[in-house]
């Protein structure tokens, strides 16, 4: 296809100047992302896209094609294809891959959040005075005497923590020894049904739990 468009071209650019074209067999052309400089400004430029949303193929044609681009690439001041572009992406170890996840930090250097996290560290400190202290064994390493409270009588603080998992129905291995005769075996889309186990833990009872249940 690309060859009879070309010589089609080339057919009327003879029929109009009565001229060959001349070939340009093994003539090296450089790409302009060969630039470093170039190439550099282009990435920081997807970083920032990045910060916002996600970036297209058509995100490096249009920053190509601005003014300031152009005027910077002087005489070779050009646009370029979305292929081009696409070719550029993966030329720059741009690929379409799931997303990675990151550690949550919104707002965490707030003066507020800040402020309310000093004072959530100054009472626990306070608090791990009265806890039964254990090793990793479950040993008791210090037990407290307790804290008075008004009504004259000793406590000691008991620390309860909350832990739950979410099992799903089509929740199984992904990976696993085969035998290259082993047929293929329809699975069901999506995880399907889940149910949530829930518990709270103590470290000095276990789970705790209703009764004698």
């Given at each position: 296809m690309n060859h009879a468009q070309n010589l089609r071209k080339?057919?009327?650019?003879?029929?109009?100047?009565?001229?060959?074209?001349?070939?340009?067999?093994?003539?090296?052309?450089?790409?302009?992302?060969?630039?470093?400089?170039?190439?550099?400004?282009?990435?920081?430029?997807?970083?920032?896209?990045?910060?916002?949303?996600?970036?297209?193929?058509?995100?490096?044609?249009?920053?190509?094609?601005?003014?300031?681009v152009q005027q910077q690439l002087g005489m070779r001041a050009r646009g370029i294809h979305v292929r081009t572009a696409r070719w550029w992406l993966h030329k720059l170890n741009w690929r379409y891959q799931q997303?990675?996840?990151?550690?949550?930090i919104d707002g965490h250097e707030h003066e507020h959040v800040v402020e309310y996290r000093k004072g959530f560290i100054k009472r626990w400190k306070e608090y791990e005075k009265c806890f039964v202290i254990y090793?990793?064994?479950?040993n008791v390493v210090s037990r407290p005497t307790g804290f008075p409270v008004p009504?004259?009588?000793?406590?000691?603080?008991?620390?309860?923590?909350?832990?739950k998992f979410t099992f799903y129905e089509n929740d199984h291995r992904k990976t696993l020894l085969m035998n290259k005769n082993t047929k293929a075996v329809a699975e069901k889309k999506g995880k399907g049904q889940s149910i949530m186990a829930s518990e709270f833990l103590t470290s000095g009872w276990g789970r705790l739990k209703e009764g004698d249940k």
């Open positions: 080339w057919i009327k650019e003879y029929l109009r100047s009565e001229k060959l074209p001349l070939h340009r067999y093994r003539t090296y052309h450089s790409s302009i992302l060969e630039d470093e400089d170039f190439q550099r400004e282009i990435q920081l430029h997807l970083m920032e896209i990045t910060k916002k949303g996600y970036i297209r193929t058509q995100d490096i044609v249009d920053y190509v094609a601005t003014p300031e997303k990675k996840k990151g550690m949550y090793d990793n064994d479950g009504q004259g009588v000793q406590f000691r603080l008991i620390l309860v923590t909350h832990d």
